[in-house]
Structure formats: structure tokens, C-alpha cells
């Protein structure tokens, strides 16, 4: 269950607004999604006020291509074959390392959401290699959302505009759920980074950073129950006075 202390329900026909803590309160990740569309006006409106993000010297590194109908269909459909053919590249950038290699309490805390994502939630056994490849196969259709947002970063400001992004993408994201609207950040498209380029035709000195799912969560599928739990601030904070 979740813990936040606000509502966890702003529907898709609500006009209110949450506030800053609100937002961060109730947002996560979201993993299946109403085919309700989204209107072109609500993202412009999300990535103008996202564009006030903070970033190094006011570069402002980032790109957003944003993929919706045909284009969304005819992404999803290269990435599926991709998958199929195991058709996979190394990522641009380091995202993470091998994960037998993390260290704890990293280790467990994936295991974790491994086990809640694929068996509490999706009842998928860890031996059903067919059924956790469906549900990864999802990652490309960004989970069902009717928009698709795929995040780049110019190459020149280095490790600097990774950071610059990721505070780009929260913004999105806090931006998005103040509207009853719900995201998922999704590292996956990075093993098919050529695919999404040359479907996007993203040119070369743009990096991609990651793809991320935007839209109205389905509240009647079992993912809609996945919640994960958070540390506490004495577990990750060192005061200094």
C-alpha cells in the first residue's frame, strides 16, 4: 500500500490541480495505461514549464521527441522485432552495471521489486521465462500509454547533461502528475537505441537518455496495485551542524 499521506486518485476527468507535495507524494511509476488520448496543448504545457529546470550554465542539453498515433504504432512494431531477433546493443552510456555485481542494499532492494513486479502482482514464477518476456515486450509499446516521450541529451555536456536531464525528466514527470496524469521512465529502449534513432531520426550528436510512458493509469489492471516503498530520510541522510 502506499505510503503517502495524499489522495492517490486524481481521474482523468478531474480539472483539479495537485500542489509540489501532493504530486511527489502520490507519483509512481506506472505500468498500464487507459487508452484515453492525452491532448497535444497538456504535454506542450508540461515541457514549457519543464524547460525551467535548472541546468549547468543555462545549456539546456535536452531534446524531447514525443511519438504518438502511427508513429507511436510503427516504433513499437521495429522494437517488438528487434526484441524477437535479440537484436540488442550496448547503451550509449554506462545505465547501471551488472547486477550480480551491485552491492547491498541495492541488490535487495531490486530482488524486491523483481519479485512484487513479476509475482505478487503479475503472478509470473521466476521460471516463466515466456511470461516475463511478455510482460517486458510491454516496455515497447510504452505500456499501453497513448504518448511516448523519448528524452535525449547533447553529447558535448557529458556526464553534466545527464544530470541536467534527469532533473529534466522529474520536472515532466511532478508536471505530468499535478494533472492526474501518470508516467513511467523507461531505461529499456536503451538496448535498441539505433531502432528508436533511426525511427526518430535523431541525429547523432543527440544521446538518447530514455523513453518514458505518459497517461492516464488503467485503475482496473492488476499493475494498477504495485507499490513500492521507500526508505525513510534517517536511512539515506547524514546531518552535519
Not at 507511436?72 to 550496448?90: F, G, H, Q, Y
Not at 552491492?103 to 516463466?128: H, I, N, Q
Not at 529502449?189 to 535523431?202: A, C, E, K, M, N
Request: hydrophobic residues 40%; glycine residues 8%; negative net charge.
Amino acid at each position: 500500500m502506499s505510503t503517502a499521506t495524499a489522495p492517490d486518485r486524481v481521474g482523468p476527468g478531474s480539472r483539479r490541480r495537485l500542489d509540489v507535495d501532493e504530486a511527489m507524494a502520490t507519483r509512481r511509476s506506472v505500468r498500464a495505461y487507459l487508452p484515453r488520448p492525452v491532448p497535444r496543448e497538456d504535454v506542450e504545457e508540461i515541457l514549457a514549464l519543464a524547460a525551467r529546470t535548472a541546468s549547468n550554465s543555462n545549456t539546456q542539453p535536452w531534446h524531447v521527441h514525443v511519438v504518438t498515433g502511427a508513429a507511436k504504432r510503427d516504433l513499437t512494431e521495429a522494437l517488438w522485432e528487434a526484441l524477437a531477433a535479440d537484436d540488442r546493443t550496448t547503451p550509449e552510456y554506462p545505465y547501471q552495471p551488472d547486477p550480480d555485481d551491485w552491492s547491498e542494499p541495492l541488490r535487495s532492494r531490486r530482488r524486491r521489486f523483481g519479485e512484487e513486479l513479476y509475482g505478487s502482482t503479475l503472478g509470473v514464477e521466476a521460471s516463466d521465462t515466456a511470461g516475463r518476456l511478455a510482460h517486458h515486450r510491454r516496455n515497447y509499446a510504452f505500456f499501453g500509454a497513448p504518448v511516448g516521450l523519448v528524452l535525449t541529451v547533447d553529447r558535448q555536456a557529458l556526464g553534466g547533461g545527464l544530470v541536467d536531464a534527469g532533473a529534466f525528466l522529474q520536472a515532466i514527470v511532478l508536471l505530468a502528475r499535478a494533472r492526474g496524469l501518470d508516467t513511467c521512465p523507461q531505461a529499456s529502449f536503451l538496448d535498441f537505441h539505433p531502432v528508436v534513432r533511426r525511427h526518430l531520426r535523431i541525429p547523432a550528436e543527440q544521446m538518447m537518455v530514455c523513453g518514458v510512458a505518459l497517461g492516464y493509469a488503467d485503475e482496473e489492471h492488476a499493475l494498477d496495485d504495485l507499490r513500492t516503498e521507500r526508505e525513510p530520510v534517517a536511512g539515506f541522510t547524514t546531518f552535519h551542524v
